[in-house]
Nanobody
Framework: QVQLVESGGGLVEAGGSLRLSCAAS????????MGWYRQAPGKQRELVAT???????NYADSVKGRFTITRDNDKNTVNLQMNGLKPEDTADYFC?????????????WGQGTQVTVSS
């Protein structure tokens, strides 16, 4: 089992920055990919950014050039640096971890952290 604990959400003005962090604990040796997803009110959850265990990253077009995902060396923590925030970035942000362990697929989710960007 993997537990994901998020921090860093909050309220900022447009153009501001936030840094989200997600710390994984438990059976962390299982983790392959980590990432961030977000869900705005009345909308589907969408991918924001992912990073695999080799350091390759993937970003939603809407955040490219503004957000940066990083992962620490032991791959137990993933961060999302968000710069140039826009009101449309307002959403609940969820940490995600995926694994392929003993030929079984596992997914883990954090509880979500609110990011609100005021105009």
């Amino acid at each position: 089992q993997v537990q994901l604990v998020e921090s860093g959400g909050g309220l900022v003005e447009a153009g501001g920055s936030l840094r989200l962090s997600c710390a994984a604990s438990g059976s962390t040796f299982r983790i392959d990919d980590m990432g961030w997803y977000r869900q705005a009110p009345g909308k589907q959850r969408e991918l924001v950014a992912t990073i695999n265990n080799g350091g390759s990253t993937n970003y939603a077009d809407s955040v490219k050039g503004r957000f940066t995902i990083t992962r620490d060396n032991d791959k137990n923590t993933v961060n999302l640096q968000m710069n140039g925030l826009k009101p449309e970035d307002t959403a609940d942000y969820f940490c995600h971890a995926g694994s392929n362990y003993q030929r079984k697929l596992y997914e883990y989710w954090g509880q979500g952290t609110q990011v609100t960007v005021s105009s």
